[in-house]
């Protein structure tokens, strides 16, 4: 066991429960624990955007994406970054002009029927769990790696924590948490930036010069190819990382943390310069893993090559930096699994327990409890998964929830707000066919089904020959909304159109 690390994991998590403790104080309705009460300023909002991004794929899977594939694993952060463009033009300000608590708030805005909260807040759950099966896999990897633990009792671990952020802090603890692990992250990602760049003598040139022949890829580790060696996979996989993320819930719900779509805006171009420094710093680290520390390490440490940050650490600062870049890690996981569980626990006692079963008469303290026992439930769910996933890289895990995102979500996100003849049968059939299509594509893809043994789950031909299902998927989320309105019986109700549009641009009639 590595003590050093172990006594920075004891202080991370002593620090994030001190933080829940004082957060719990200020929860005592379901405006604060949803949305911590609309009470988050732009720089704060923005941190804790950041934290909630820069995930374990962006930490520990690119890292190694990077080290073991080059060019291609370089992908996930380019995608990553250009995302945001996306939500700042086309959803921050109207997610939080229209919304209150949920992604589902801001589709009911236009459509108000139980069908639709109930299809957005199964895709809500959906996404979310996804995406938390990758930090866990990336949590159970870390402290198997550093503490001698079994992988079982690593996501265990992470699993408790979580949902008791959750049930106590809500949405104060989660984004104080998320604000921490932002200034560690970019803290720890610097400090071993600038270490890689001094050791090729700060050039980029004789950085390039010397991966070429660092990695058994020799000048292959510089060009793409080597992962996705077909076009229409690569295409598939950005169209996924580009859309996904103004569809992911756990992103869209920080919108109704601040008070206004001005503040909404501001806390996206924070977050857009902190996620655009992080990830060229991926380069480094991928570059630095590769060069210092070596593919067969990496891949013995773990197969999937999310190790290569905290290895590269070691090999460049001995434990005491190992010690800290993996506490940091430890810490990104568990702010960004809290936020994961608290937007679908969200989801589940809003929308499908207040809205539908309840038929909004819950009282706050009713959907604060449920929003409680639902955290339990998510958590539970994703750590049964997650113990199934344990060779799977992280980065590849979260490209999954993206093109879930941007298949099921994204549509009814732009038709609701721009496309005057969108209806409920439209709306239904986007979300319907966005989210089967995508999770249906990827249990038949090379992810799941490979004829190379231990590449994947089972052993045989993929039916569907790309490694993500965006290119499919994506464009079939749309045509349902398309067709399923044109070839509807139903009239779209103009006048709530008209009334959506003024809130869109104004924010009249806010829900905070």
């Known amino acids: 066991m590595n003590t050093a690390a172990f006594t920075m994991f004891l202080g991370i998590v002593f620090v994030t429960l001190i933080i829940t403790y004082y957060a719990s104080k200020k929860t005592n309705n379901a405006s604060e624990f949803y949305t911590a009460g609309g009470g988050l300023t732009g720089w704060q909002n923005g941190m804790a955007i950041a934290g909630d991004y820069m995930s374990a794929a962006s930490f520990l899977g690119i890292a ?113 948490v998320q604000i921490v692990k932002a200034v560690l992250l970019m803290g720890g990602t610097l400090l071993i930036s600038i270490i890689v760049f001094a050791k090729f003598n700060f050039s980029i040139t004789g950085m390039f010069a010397h991966m070429k022949d660092a990695t058994p890829l020799k000048e292959a580790f510089l060009n793409p190819g080597v992962k996705y060696k077909d076009g229409l996979d690569t295409i598939s996989l950005n169209m996924g990382l580009v859309l996904g993320t103004a569809g992911l819930p756990h992103i869209l719900v920080r919108f109704f943390t601040v008070k206004d779509a001005k503040t909404a805006r501001s806390s996206v171009v924070y977050a857009t310069w902190i996620i655009g420094i992080f990830y060229v710093m991926t380069i480094f680290l991928g570059f630095g893993a590769a060069a210092f520390v070596g593919t067969a390490e990496i891949t013995a440490a773990n197969a999937a090559g999310n190790m290569a940050a905290p290895l590269l650490a070691k090999a460049l600062g001995g434990n005491m930096l190992f010690a800290f870049v993996s506490a940091v890690a430890f810490a990104t996981i568990l702010a960004v699994v809290a936020g994961l569980v608290l937007t679908a626990a969200s989801a589940f006692a809003h929308d499908f327990y207040n809205e539908i079963l309840r038929k909004g008469k819950a009282t706050e303290g009713q959907q604060v409890k449920m929003a409680r026992y639902a955290s339990i439930g998510v958590s539970v769910l994703s750590i049964i998964l997650a113990l199934f996933a344990q060779s799977l890289n992280v980065a590849f895990l979260v490209s999954l929830a993206f093109a879930v995102a941007a298949s099921a979500n994204l549509p009814v996100i732009l038709y609701t707000i721009y496309w005057k003849r969108f209806n409920t049968t439209g709306a239904i059939s986007a979300m319907a066919v966005g989210l089967i299509s995508a999770v249906g594509l990827v249990l038949i893809s090379p992810n799941v089904i490979n004829p190379v043994a231990g590449a994947a789950i089972f052993v045989g031909e993929p039916l569907f020959p790309y490694t993500t299902p965006g290119i499919v998927s994506i464009p079939l989320g749309f045509l349902a909304g398309y067709l399923g309105t044109i070839f509807s019986s139903q009239k779209a109700d103009v006048k709530k159109y008209e009334e959506v549009l003024v809130k869109t641009n104004t924010g009249i009639g806010m829900g905070q």
Do not use: C
């Open 64 to 176: 190694g994406a990077v080290a073991l594939s080059g060019f291609d694993g370089f992908f996930y952060s380019i995608g990553f970054l250009v995302a945001y463009l996306v939500v700042l033009y086309l959803v921050a300000e109207p997610m939080r002009n229209l919304g209150k608590y949920t992604f589902a708030d801001m589709i009911a805005a236009r459509f108000d029927t139980k069908k639709i909260r109930g299809f957005a807040a199964m895709n809500t759950v959906a996404i979310s769990i996804f995406y938390m099966i990758a930090q866990l896999v990336g949590a159970g990897a870390l402290i198997k790696l550093l503490l001698g633990l079994e992988y079982t009792t690593s996501v265990l671990i992470v699993g408790v924590l979580m949902t008791v952020y959750v049930i106590f802090g809500g949405m104060h603890a989660t984004s104080w």
